[in-house]
């Protein structure tokens, strides 16, 4: 069974990770963003912020456990499996870091496809900043259209999710897909 695979991304402090709990405490399969997992283990190692002290080092990590989000969703037998991020945003990172990168990493955003991108705009009422998300909101807006580039380089068309409450926002991806 071909299964739907869909994204949910965007800057820092958006409301990403809130809709895709939402979305798995209603019944939905969904695959956690794994960055800040990364982040923590560096940390352990006396790593303070690891993408910006080695960026490729950390984007290949973030690499592999995306790569194997994908596989794993690939076997599921779901028929919709949610990403909180998906492969494109490494690329787009590194663009808005300005950071050079192997070809490994734009082959990989060809070859492992998704279905749908939704994509959420910086809204300052929810933004903060915490041990992993250090960005300024200003730096969240720039990201964002980072985002937005790299999605619609590798031919997606993101659709923007509106503000509002956290199941309007849930509400708003799924009636989308069964459109």
């Known amino acids: 069974m071909q299964n739907r695979k869909i994204v949910i991304t965007d800057g820092p402090g958006t409301g990403k990770s809130s809709i895709v709990k939402h979305l798995e405490q209603h019944g939905y399969p969904c695959l956690h963003e794994v960055s800040r997992e990364i982040t923590a283990t560096a940390q352990k190692e006396g790593i303070s912020q690891l993408f910006l002290e080695k960026p490729i080092l950390f984007s290949e990590k973030l690499l592999e456990a995306r790569k194997n989000q994908y596989q ?3 076997l599921a037998q779901e028929p919709v499996i949610f990403f909180d991020r998906g492969l494109p945003d490494i690329v787009a990172y590194m663009d808005y870091f300005n950071t050079d990168y192997p070809e ?3 082959v990989a955003c060809k070859e492992s496809r998704y279905d749908d991108i939704f994509l959420l705009p910086p809204w300052k009422e929810i933004y903060q900043t915490d041990n992993e998300r250090y960005e300024t909101f200003e730096q969240a807006k720039l990201i964002h259209n980072f985002l937005k580039k790299a999605y ?3 031919g ?3 659709i923007e999710v509106p ?4 199941e309007n926002r849930s509400n708003f991806i799924l ?3 069964h459109a």
Not at 163 to 166: D, L, R, S
């Open 163 to 166: 503000f509002g409450a956290i």
């Open 175 to 177: 009636n989308k897909l």
């Open 104 to 106: 490994k990493f734009t």
């Open 156 to 158: 997606y068309s993101p």
């Open 72 to 74: 794993q969703a690939l």
């Open 152 to 154: 619609i380089t590798y």
